[in-house]
C-alpha cells in the first residue's frame, strides 16, 4: 500500500493497492468497473489509478451489499440522475423493514425455544403460536414459503432497475 501523502498531495492507489486496503480481489475491482459502480483515472500507460473518491465509491459498494443490495440496484444508487433511483430506494428500505420484522419474529421463537420446558418444541402450544401463521397458509402468498426460506426474504421485494414496482413483488 502506498505511504501516506505529504499535505496537499492526493492518495492514489492501484487496482491492487485499493483491492487489498479493503480485502477485495482485484477482479471484483475491475467488475465493479464494467458494470458502471467504478470509473477509475488511467495513468499515461493505461493502468488504473484510484482516488480518496473511489475508495468513498468502493466503501459504499460493499456497505450497500451487505445490506442486501444487488449490484444494479447500487448501480441506480450511485447514479444521480437515475430516474428511478427513489423507487429502487424505496423499495429496498422496504425490503429491509420486512427482514428486521422476520428477524425479529426468529429471535423471538429462538428465545421461547430456548425457555420452553418442552421436550418436543413443536407440541408446546405456546411455541406453535410463533409459526400458525405457516401452517394457515398466511405467508409464502405469490412465492411459496421454500422458495423464501431457500434466498432469505432478500427475492421478494426486487424491483426492476428501468421501471416502476411490479404487482405483488412482496409477501406479507
Known sequence: MKSTPASGERQ?????????????????LRHWEDMGLLSPARDGAGRRRYD???????????????????????RVLLDGGAYDRHVILEAHIAELEQRMAEMELSREMARHALECRAHDITACP???SHVQDIVDGKIGQGSTLAEALRGGSRHLARVPVAGPPVEGATTG
Open 12 to 28: 492514489i492507489w492501484t487496482v491492487g493497492d485499493l483491492a487489498a486496503r479493503f480485502g477485495l480481489e482485484t477482479h471484483v
Open 52 to 74: 480518496a473518491d473511489d475508495a468513498f465509491r468502493v466503501a459504499t459498494i460493499m456497505r450497500s451489499k451487505a445490506a442486501g443490495m444487488s449490484l444494479e440496484q447500487i
Open 126 to 128: 405456546n411455541f406453535r
